[in-house]
């Protein structure tokens, strides 16, 4: 099989002898994807499990990623859920936005000291800018804020001239039109569409972490709603501790765990985007 031509070959034998010794000592397979959720990567997960001979029944399920497609992030859990009764993510690095959802899939969390877990809440393409992203709780956010700010001028400026000996009826009326000129211009940018896109996305999210929990039984009770709409940021590091309050089983990596990131090193602090990598059972797919 083709091998990862950005690694040497000394280092790819020590990579394999390491991944194999793990999956015999902890009777699991040993998947390694690094890179973004795309639907190239599904392909070569499918390919993957479609190759597979090895018949054991769990997986130690390494990712590292910035995010990408929820759809693809979805079908490589169902995947793994569809081949293995139980599964285990570890996280040693970044694992972000839709690789939370596919760890979503898992029976349990390995998160090492660095690993990082982030919110739901999907990014999508700004309108004035096609080359950055936003989170779609920006807009919910703007929008609650926005009522918020109403009430107050409202309460604050019918109080006042209730106190100046202005009927109740009269007050609010003079009340709700100068609100309303405060707050309009403002309002007017929201784009309704644009909302609505938001709130699909987020539902999207939601209804996929549902599907995927009812598998994995790990996630905690009303923590998939705190994944989709609970975090201040996209970028919100979920560490360690934090996975604990979400997942019932989140644990630090075992000796066997630590050795295999000592040997893969770079493979899985940093996500890639120039290449995928994966292996089963210290064995390569063909990543091109």
């Known amino acids: 099989m083709k091998r990862v031509n950005s690694m040497a070959a000394p280092k790819k034998m020590k990579i394999v002898e390491v991944a194999n010794k793990i999956a015999h000592e902890k009777k699991c397979d040993v998947f390694l994807l690094n890179g973004d959720m795309s639907y190239f990567s599904y392909i070569k997960v499918r390919e993957q499990f479609t190759w597979r001979k090895s018949k054991n029944e769990k997986l130690l399920f390494i990712l590292v990623t910035y995010g990408g497609s929820l759809d693809v992030a979805y079908r490589v859990a169902r995947l793994i859920q569809n081949n293995y009764s139980s599964s285990s993510s570890l996280i040693i690095g970044p694992c972000k936005s839709a690789g939370t959802l596919c760890v979503c899939g898992s029976n349990e969390v390995v998160v090492s000291d660095v690993g990082e877990l982030g919110p739901l809440d999907v990014q999508v393409l700004r309108e004035d800018d096609i080359a950055s992203r936003e989170s779609g709780l920006v807009v919910k956010e703007s929008i609650q804020q926005l009522q918020e700010q109403a009430l107050s001028i409202f309460n604050k400026i019918s109080f006042d001239l209730k106190g ?6 009269k007050a609010s009326e003079i009340a709700v039109n100068i609100t309303k000129s405060i707050i309009s211009p403002i309002s007017e940018q929201i784009n309704p569409l ?31 709603s705190r994944l989709v709409t ?19 089983k989140v644990r630090d990596l075992d000796e066997y765990e630590l ?5 893969f090193a770079e493979h899985v602090f940093e996500p890639v985007s120039d290449r995928m990598i994966f292996y089963i059972n210290g064995e390569p797919v063909p990543s091109e």
């Open 194 to 224: 644009r909302l609505g896109e938001y709130e699909r996305y987020l539902r999207i999210a939601s209804k996929y972490g549902e599907r995927l929990e009812k598998n994995s039984k790990n996630l905690k009770k009303d923590c998939l």
């Open 259 to 263: 050795e295999l990131v000592e040997n």
């Open 230 to 248: 609970g975090y201040p940021d996209h970028g919100f590091v979920i560490d360690r501790d934090e996975a604990k309050e979400l997942f019932h």
């Open 164 to 169: 100046k000996g202005i009927s109740y009826s």
